[in-house]
């Protein structure tokens, strides 16, 4: 059993350190573009959702003050989110339930507009 625990806390030890190699790893231009809206796998609430792909390489020309703004803004939606949340959980009344889920339906899908518009944007940009 010692040795099942030492294989295994090498493995976690060793795991990030060669996720941060393939991060590293440049990637190729010519390779074909895939659709970027949602990482293979990935569900809207797990990990950072949504915001998973924004990496340095989107967010690499901003200065750190517009990088600090631009968190600000995402920090401000999952607010709204989380309290929209709470308040739909605690909710004893059907129909009030519902009217609380389609307010984060909509904040959603407004919020999901937003970014393809940005990510059009900036492939738009690139392609420039």
Do not use: F
Not at 27 to 34: L, R
Not at 57 to 65: A, D, S
Not at 98 to 103: G, M, S, T, V, Y
């Amino acid at each position: 059993m010692k040795h099942l625990y030492q294989s295994t806390a090498v493995l976690l030890l060793l795991l990030p350190i060669s996720m941060m190699s393939y991060a590293a790893e440049p990637q190729k231009a010519d390779a074909p573009m895939k659709d970027m809206s949602m990482p293979q796998g990935m569900g809207m609430h797990q990990g950072m959702g949504m915001h998973q792909g924004m990496g340095m390489g989107m967010m690499g020309g901003m200065t750190e003050e517009q990088k600090t703004e631009h968190m600000r803004a995402i920090q401000a939606h999952m607010l709204q989110m989380h309290e929209l949340s709470n308040q739909i959980l605690s909710e004893k009344d059907p129909a009030k339930k519902e009217a609380l889920k389609n307010q984060q339906l909509e904040l959603m899908k407004a919020h999901h507009t937003q970014m393809m518009d940005h990510g059009q944007q900036k492939m738009q940009e690139h392609n420039k």
